[in-house]
């Protein structure tokens, strides 16, 4: 089963721009999705900018309006993803318990609807 | 063969029969629709004289082919049917692919993706054979809420793949753990419900001490069968230390139920401990609590259900409230404290230091907790620092701790029992304060 792992954590949480400790998780991240790779389990995974970078587009009744900023006002910002291909459940949560986030963000595991 | 023979069969084969087909089928609703109805053709068609030898594996056979017939008739599981077609003449599995059949439906339906309701009501219904309407009276939600409760879980997993297996080794423990807080859960909910107007729905007891039997049977076999390694590692460890627990908590509530029928009076009174007339206690229940934590502790591995079974087995044995042996008791919270931290704990124990030492000593205790703010709107706080105010003859300060813990009750006969209190200190009052 395809599972996304969302990455969520406040937008100042994890270690600080440029320091020793980012550049020991930084290492995790890539031993990370290395083991994902190795496992099979990994399809894809990127982080994203931060959310001044963000355009939030509407369209309703025809109606565009652009924004500049993200969808809602929120502590926790989705800063990544992984797309993982596993057996279960389980395994995607043993995934996301493993994810280097998850010690001060959050991981939101979801099964994508497959419309096939 | 009568109806109630027919209610037997079904107690003992409906978990074997969903766990099977759940691995049949591969999907938790249409087990059970093929299960349910294969039992409605037993009802119909099983007479004094047309009792199958087998019932188990007439009613697999015919679950089986009522699965063929719903799949045909409709378009999911296409992809089963081969399979299934050549399971429809094979006979009930191998005594040991049934436990675990069994155990993965348990800690399916157990399984910590899903909230505690979810757990309880799925646990209720594919393990226990309750109907969702009996669910739904014994936790006081209208059949429509506790179906579409069902609908929900069963749709989450579905698509969220939440697996139907014997977890790993490695995780064995912790999802004992998860099975025992909900088999915890529903006996509690039967044993004091928060709302209503009724006590006990024992029924839920029942259920609970089953559920737990079951658990621990099933972890026997399952611990039975040869592992890959031959000594005993530290996972074999964490496996033994869940039966223990799962024992304990088997003896914990044979205990508490024993005194299922004096906890309320005649007209629904609630009755405490030191009041309960404890000749009515029913005995058997005591014994079995007794020697199942008597294997439990051979095990040699102490965990919090043991150490509260072993609390509630003295109280158990004590001939009245004030010949109870509460410097054990004391003793037991004492690690219980170290083994499992709460708030709930340490209110408890200090109410045995009250009595094991002096009043005063516990309400010391009661009040350092009431300060950290954790309990506040748990009423057995402010009743049981009520109750030390009370003996400690501080009437005012123990009727406003009365007040707060009815502001924190919405049980019946919880309510009644603080007011009479509140009554009882007004009554004492007038004499003492002239």
Redesign the interface.
């Known amino acids: ?1 395809r ?1 996304m792992l969302l990455l969520y954590s406040a937008e100042n949480a994890g270690p600080e721009q440029g320091s020793p400790e980012q550049a020991a998780e930084m290492k995790e991240w890539f031993a990370y999705t290395e083991a994902m790779r190795t496992a099979g389990a990994f399809l894809a995974g990127d982080p994203l900018h931060g959310i001044e970078t963000a355009t939030t587009i509407t369209a309703h009744d025809g109606n565009v309006i652009s924004t500049d900023g993200p969808f809602a006002e929120t502590k926790e910002i989705l800063g990544g993803y992984y797309m993982v291909d596993v ?4 395994q ?2 043993e995934w996301a318990e493993k994810c280097p986030i998850a010690r001060y963000g959050s991981v939101e ?1 979801r ?1 994508i ?1 497959e419309m096939g | 063969m009568s109806r109630s023979r027919v209610a037997e069969v079904f107690a003992n084969e409906w978990p074997v029969l969903v766990a099977t087909l759940t691995r049949d089928l591969g999907d938790l609703s249409l087990a059970e629709e093929s299960a349910q109805d294969a039992f409605t053709e037993a009802a119909a068609r099983w007479g004094p004289d047309t009792t199958p030898t087998k019932p188990g594996a007439w009613l697999l056979t015919t679950a089986r082919r009522k699965a063929i017939d719903t799949i045909r008739r409709g378009r999911r599981f296409n992809d089963r049917l081969p399979a299934l077609l050549q399971l429809a003449e094979t006979p009930q599995p191998e005594p040991a692919k049934l436990i675990d059949d069994q155990l993965a439906l348990i800690f399916g339906c157990c399984h910590p993706s899903l909230n505690h309701e979810a757990r309880i009501a799925l646990t209720l219904r594919q393990v226990c054979g309750l109907s969702t309407n009996q669910i739904g009276e014994a936790f006081l939600v209208p059949t429509a809420t506790m179906a579409k409760r069902l609908v929900r879980a069963k749709k989450k997993i579905r698509a969220a793949g939440v697996p139907f297996k014997v977890p790993e080794p490695a995780q064995l423990a912790d999802r004992v753990d998860d099975v025992l807080a909900i088999i915890y859960l529903i006996f509690t909910e039967g044993h004091t419900s928060s709302d209503g107007a009724n006590l006990l729905r024992g029924d839920l007891c029942d259920e609970a001490r089953w559920l737990a039997s079951v658990l621990i049977d099933l972890l026997v076999g399952h611990g039975a069968q040869p592992g890959p390694s031959a000594d005993l590692s530290d996972l074999e460890h964490d496996a033994i230390a869940g039966r223990a627990e799962t024992m304990g908590l088997y003896a914990l509530m044979s205990f508490t139920d024993s005194r299922r029928s004096t906890r309320t009076n005649s007209s629904g009174d609630l009755v405490l401990l030191d009041d309960q007339d404890r000749s009515q206690w029913d005995r058997q229940l005591i014994a079995d609590g007794q020697s199942m934590l008597a294997s439990a502790m051979t095990l040699g591995h102490v965990g919090p259900y043991q150490l509260q079974a072993a609390i509630a087995g003295i109280h158990a044995q004590s001939q009245d409230w004030s010949c109870t042996d509460w410097l054990t008791i004391v003793e037991l919270y004492d690690n219980l404290e170290k083994l499992a931290p709460s708030p709930v704990v340490s209110l408890n124990r200090a109410a045995a230091v009250a009595m094991a030492e002096e009043p005063s000593v516990g309400l010391a205790l009661i009040d350092e907790l009431v300060e950290s703010g954790e309990l506040d709107d748990y009423r057995y706080l402010h009743a049981g620092r009520a109750d030390l105010l009370r003996r400690l003859g501080r009437h005012d300060e123990a009727t406003t701790a009365y007040r707060r813990a009815i502001e924190c009750s919405s049980n019946d006969a919880e309510l009644a029992f603080l007011r009479q209190r509140i009554t009882e200190i007004s009554r004492s009052n007038i004499p003492s304060q002239r």
């Open positions: 089963m599972y057996e279960n459940l389980d995607a949560t595991v099964p609807m």
